[in-house]
Nanobody, 117 residues
Framework: QVQLVESGGGLVQPGGSLRLSCAAS????????MGWYRQAPGKESELVAT???????NYADSLKGRFTISRGNAKNTVYLQMNSLKPEDTALYYC???????????WGQGTQVTVSS
């Protein structure tokens, strides 16, 4: 069983920064892809960023330049550095991890990010 646990969310003023973390525990596998989605109140979930186990990254076009995704050395942790935060970045951010050999995707419970003055 794999569990993903996010941390690092909170309340931040516009223009501020936050760093989210997502750590996998349990039966650790070599995840192929890890990444982040977010869901704002009343809106559909949207992709934020993804990163492969070789370091290839992909971002939502609207977030390029402000958000940076990275993986830990052990490859079972993923981070999201968020800079120049805006009120519209307010959402529940949750991470995922994908294993290609089993074609299974695991999801975390999410961490709330609120950008407000």
């Amino acid at each position: 069983q794999v569990q993903l646990v996010e941390s690092g969310g909170g309340l931040v003023q516009p223009g501020g920064s936050l760093r989210l973390s997502c750590a996998a525990s349990g039966s650790i596998f070599n995840f192929n892809d890890m990444g982040w989605y977010r869901q704002a109140p009343g809106k559909e979930s949207e992709l934020v960023a993804t990163i492969t186990n070789t370091g290839y990254t992909n971002y939502a076009d609207s977030l390029k330049g402000r958000f940076t995704i990275s993986r830990g050395n052990a490859k079972n942790t993923v981070y999201l550095q968020m800079n120049s935060l805006k009120p519209e970045d307010t959402a529940l951010y949750y991470c995922y991890a994908f294993i290609s050999t089993t074609e299974r995707t695991y999801w975390g419970q999410g961490t709330q990010v609120t950008v407000s003055s």
